[in-house]
């Protein structure tokens, strides 16, 4: 049977930005006052298939959402529609659009002009070999929301093992999946993430080297995007994500990577021209600037609730970073060069530019909670110098032990403590210069503006679980930070040497929180995701954990939850 749907469309491609060499794919804007539209075809002989990548959406708004897919093929014409309901009867808009290879074949629409707190279905048809899409689901924010869930993850590592936690988030009650970075790593096959363990999943990255070039990075993101898993949770909720590092090369900052070296792999701005590109082709976002299009944060306002402040503590404004071994001598850390390097307040993670709009961001959104989505993690997470030195040794766990009972005596307030033991534990460094702890500078700067607001900050990237108080120089809480663990690369367990085992990794997790002043959680070994709900009193968040990343059978389970408000 014949079927033809008639609609009203405007259809407008956005001019391709350029800045500093750095151009992005565009995203189509489709808006509600459209010209009339006939699209025919005969669904009775649609088949899904050639839609190899699935389907996906990002970014909603009040207003908005993006949708996403690519096709196998250049220069044919796709059929989009979108519907109020999963078996089409009531299309809310559609138009056409012809598959490009300047953007590898994806195609991003940008639905503006929506209505707010929609529950929407989306697909894609090509009447030229009649396939048809998956059916994608997404939302529209409300403008008064009482309650917001959203799915925090990081770190997919697809040659470290399954990726089971984008199955429990697509089948969890997430709103939406935040999506803080690292979404797939640059290394090649056989490379960070691959052990005799998991060879026999034959995950092994593509292309085998390590990617550089534009074709490069699209095929890794082909191949992450080949999962079933990653792909039904893009099919089932919308995604909102930020880049880290290794989106582009591992520990990025804004003039080059430790894991660039332009001697062998030519200039690094064009490799990192090449990865955004390629990341603006398959993870499309709505962009605050047409000046610049390697600004990737932005805000999104969950009905007036959260207002999600969106940073980039990678790639736009940070300096490169700090490396402790530079102030190691003979005699220990050269402490007074260390600090002055650290405190140095010409060095940034944000940017003067972009740590002004943080600060505009909060200090005038009227939303209940403000919270930061962003990379790294900014609780100060100092440990004893003397335990940092020795990560590692063969004594660390006999040094650890002593360091946490001096450390338990001192906060007992022990009389029997000597000067040499309390030094021990109170001479401390901050243990991830990569972090928040390698700029204190950026981070009072924005303490200090928050004029009695509380934060609440999201982060990822060290592929453990934590959860820290916030607490600016002077002892004052300013909010609180949920970190996640990661969805497949590996964590702390693969540090703490080759007999490891669930009693030393407890031991190391419970040494942590007793070290480190402001720690309250840690976990340092398990692959999960948090589930952070938000409501007019209260944040929750739980961390949930999957008890297997090598076999698709797999259970979930809640490792911890906190309530704040």
């Known amino acids: 049977m014949k079927t033809t749907k008639n609609t009203r469309r405007n259809f407008i491609q956005k001019t391709l930005m350029a800045s500093g060499g750095i151009i992005l794919a565009p995203n189509f804007i489709s808006c509600s006052d459209d010209d009339d ?5 005969d669904e009775s002989q649609l088949t899904v298939k050639n839609f190899t990548y699935g389907v996906a959406s990002f970014d909603p708004s009040n207003s908005g959402v993006i949708i996403w897919t690519r096709y196998m093929a250049a220069d044919v014409e796709i059929i989009w529609e979108v519907s109020t309901q999963n078996d089409f009867s009531n299309i809310l808009r559609t138009g056409k659009i012809t ?19 929609q529950k929407l279905y989306y697909r894609f048809i090509s009447t030229s070999d009649n396939s048809i899409s998956v059916v994608g689901e997404t939302i529209t924010l409300p403008t008064d929301a009482t309650q917001a869930k959203l799915a925090v993850c990081s770190c997919s590592n697809f040659q470290a093992g399954l990726f089971n936690v984008y199955d429990a988030m697509a089948n969890s009650d997430a709103d939406i999946i935040v999506h803080l970075g690292d979404y797939f790593y640059e290394y090649g096959a056989g490379g960070y993430g691959s052990t005799e363990e998991n060879a026999f999943l034959n995950r092994f990255h593509e292309p085998t080297g390590e990617i550089i070039s534009l074709d490069d990075y699209r095929t890794r993101y082909k191949q992450y995007r080949s999962d079933a898993s990653l792909q039904l949770a ?3 909720k919308p995604f909102i994500c930020v880049w880290d590092d290794h989106e582009i090369a591992n520990d990025t900052y804004k003039e080059g990577a430790e894991n ?20 603006s082709e398959f993870l499309p976002f709505s962009r ?16 007036n609730l959260v207002n999600l402040v969106l940073m980039d503590t990678r790639l736009i404004g940070r300096d490169k970073q700090l490396n402790i071994t530079d102030y190691f001598t003979a005699t220990g850390i050269d402490a007074v060069a ?19 709009w943080v600060i505009s961001e909060i200090t005038s959104s009227s939303a209940k909670w403000q919270v930061l989505g962003q990379q790294v993690l900014m609780g100060k997470m100092n440990v004893p110098a003397e335990l940092l030195t020795a990560f590692g040794s063969p004594n660390f766990a006999g040094i650890l032990t002593e360091l946490v009972t001096i450390k338990l005596r001192l906060l007992n307030n022990d009389p029997t403590l000597t000067a040499e033991e309390t030094a021990r534990v109170t001479s401390v460094i901050p243990y991830n210069l990569d972090a928040w702890d390698g700029y204190p500078i950026d981070r009072e700067i924005i303490y200090g503006t928050l004029n009695g ?37 590996p964590g702390f367990e693969t540090y703490l040497g080759a007999n490891v085992n669930a009693e030393l990794i407890a031991g190391f997790q419970n040494a942590m929180v007793a070290l480190i002043d402001d720690l309250n959680y840690f976990d340092a070994s398990r692959r999960g995701f948090m589930m952070t709900t938000f409501t007019t009193t209260e944040v ?23 309530t704040y408000s």
């Open 99 to 117: 598959t490009e290879s300047s953007r590898d074949n994806t195609l991003a629409i940008e639905l503006t002009e929506l209505e707010a707190d």
């Open 234 to 236: 893009h099919q089932k």
């Open 540 to 562: 929750t968040s739980e961390w949930i954990f999957v008890d297997s990343i090598l076999s698709e059978s797999y259970s979930t389970e809640v490792g911890y939850s906190l």
């Open 453 to 489: 607001k509380k934060i609440v900050t999201l982060a990822g990237d060290t592929h453990n679980a934590w959860q820290n108080t916030l607490t600016a120089a002077d002892g004052s809480e300013v909010g609180i930070e949920l970190a996640t663990s990661s969805v497949s690369s």
């Open 338 to 356: 260390f600090q002055t390097a650290l405190t140095d307040p010409t060095r940034s993670i944000l940017g003067t530019t972009q740590r002004d």
């Open 260 to 279: 660039h070296d332009e001697a062998t792999e030519g200039s690094f701005e064009a490799r990192k021209q090449n990865a955004l590109q390629a990341y």
């Open 37 to 41: 539209l006939q699209v025919d075809y």
């Open 288 to 303: 605050i600037s047409a000046d610049d299009n390697s600004v990737i944060y932005r805000s999104v306002n969950i009905g």
